[in-house]
């Protein structure tokens, strides 16, 4: 598989730089090429040059039907990640998430 390149947003990136930690380590555990970033919503339109997948954290997904304009213009799946995922900071799931949702 080639590199997979992810990226999660959500209100300000604390959160979700913990739960990207957790995608890393699971991304590293299964040889997985992944590069796994977070950043704020606002900042998206600069970072989505070369995405292969854009997760949102629960708390954003208000902006939901926004962002799946921007990103279906640019062929990115988007989806928003799981709460429970999220509250529990389950990096192995939501890595699964994102690794099916490049596949379509």
Do not use: W
């Not at 090429?33 to 629960?58: N, W």
């Not at 989806?79 to 990096?91: K, P, R, S």
């Amino acid at each position: 598989m080639n590199m997979i390149k992810i990226l999660l947003f959500c209100n300000a990136g604390m959160s979700t730089s913990m739960l990207v930690s957790k995608m890393r380590q699971e991304a590293k555990n299964k040889n997985i090429d992944a590069t796994i970033e977070a950043f704020p919503e606002a900042q998206m339109s600069k970072h989505l040059d070369g995405a292969d997948v854009v997760l949102l954290g629960p708390q954003i997904k208000y902006v939901f039907p926004k962002v799946k304009i921007v990103c279906s213009q640019k062929n990115i799946p988007v989806e928003v990640i799981n709460t429970a995922d999220y509250g529990m900071m389950n990096g192995a799931k939501v890595l699964q998430q994102a690794l099916k949702l490049a596949k379509k």
